[in-house]
T-cell receptor
Framework: GQQVMQIPQYQHVQEGEDFTTYCNSS?????IQWYKQRPGGHPVFLIQ?????EVKKQKRLTFQFGEAKKNSSLHITATQTTDVGTYFC??????????FGTGTRLKVLA | DARVTQTPRHKVTEMGQEVTMRCQPI?????VFWYRQTMMQGLELLAY????????DSGMPKDRFSAEMPDATLATLKIQPSEPRDSAVYFC?????????????FGPGTRLTVL
C-alpha cells in the first residue's frame, strides 16, 4: 500500500536557525497537504500543494512539491519558539483518503 | 468560529468494555474522517464518510470497531470490546470535499486509555 515517510524524525535547532523536513511518497500523489500539531494539540492545516514543482510561501515557511509529485518539503527560515511542534505531510492519490507521513518533531532551543 | 467538537475528551475504561466516541463535524462539511494517533504508528486513517456514506473503513479492525453517521451532525466511533492496544488519541476531522481537495479540520481528540 501507499506509504509516506518523513525525515528527519526529530530535529532540535537553536532559535534563529533554519529547519527543513522532507516528505517522500511511494506512489505519485494528486496533491499534498501539510499540517502542524503542537504538543498536546490536534493537527492544524497549513497548506495544500497541487501542481508539479509548485512552491508556496507563508511568511517564514516555504513549501515545495516535487516535479514527479512524489516528494515535498517544508522549510522554515529563522525558527522561533512558536514553531515548536510536529509537522506532518499528508498525501492523496486522487481520493479523499489522505495518508499521513510519519511526522517530524521540531524543538526550538531559545 | 466553526470547529469540530468531540466527546468525551478523555476516557479511561477497562478491557472488555464498550467505548463510544462522538464527533460533531463543522456544519456544511460533507466529509468526515476518523484517525487514530499513537507514538508507534503515528496518524492512521480508520474510516471516512462522504455525505454520511462510508467510503472506506479498511483501516479499522472490523471485528471490534464500527463507525457510523446517524445524521449529518453526528459521527460515532464504537469499540466493542475494547483492548489495551486500543489506547490512543482518536481524532475526528471534517472537510468540504468536492472537485478540489480541501483542508481537513481536526477536532481536539478523544484520549482513550484501556486498562
Amino acid at each position: 500500500g501507499q506509504q509516506v515517510m518523513q525525515i528527519p524524525q526529530y530535529q532540535h535547532v537553536q532559535e534563529g536557525e533554519d529547519f527543513t523536513t522532507y516528505c517522500n511518497s511511494s506512489t505519485t500523489l494528486s496533491n499534498i497537504q501539510w499540517y502542524k500539531q503542537r504538543p498536546g494539540g490536534h493537527p492544524v492545516f497549513l497548506i495544500q500543494l497541487v501542481k508539479s514543482g509548485e512552491v508556496k510561501k507563508q511568511k517564514r515557511l516555504t513549501f515545495q512539491f516535487g516535479e514527479a509529485k512524489k516528494n515535498s518539503s517544508l522549510h522554515i527560515t529563522a525558527t522561533q519558539t512558536t514553531d515548536v511542534g510536529t509537522y506532518f505531510c499528508a498525501g492523496t492519490s486522487g481520493t479523499y483518503k489522505y495518508i499521513f507521513g510519519t511526522g517530524t518533531r521540531l524543538k526550538v532551543l531559545a | 468560529d466553526a470547529r469540530v467538537t468531540q466527546t468525551p475528551r478523555h476516557k479511561v475504561t477497562e478491557m472488555g468494555q464498550e467505548v463510544t466516541m462522538r464527533c460533531q463535524p463543522i456544519l456544511g462539511h460533507n466529509t468526515v474522517f476518523w484517525y487514530r494517533q499513537t507514538m508507534m504508528q503515528g496518524l492512521e486513517l480508520l474510516a471516512y464518510f462522504r455525505n454520511r456514506a462510508p467510503l472506506d473503513d479498511s483501516g479499522m479492525p472490523k471485528d471490534r470497531f464500527s463507525a457510523e453517521m446517524p445524521d449529518a451532525t453526528l459521527a460515532t466511533l464504537k469499540i466493542q470490546p475494547s483492548e489495551p492496544r486500543d489506547s490512543a488519541v482518536y481524532f475526528c476531522a471534517s472537510g468540504l470535499g468536492g472537485s478540489s481537495y480541501n483542508e481537513q479540520f481536526f477536532g481536539p481528540g478523544t484520549r482513550l486509555t484501556v486498562l
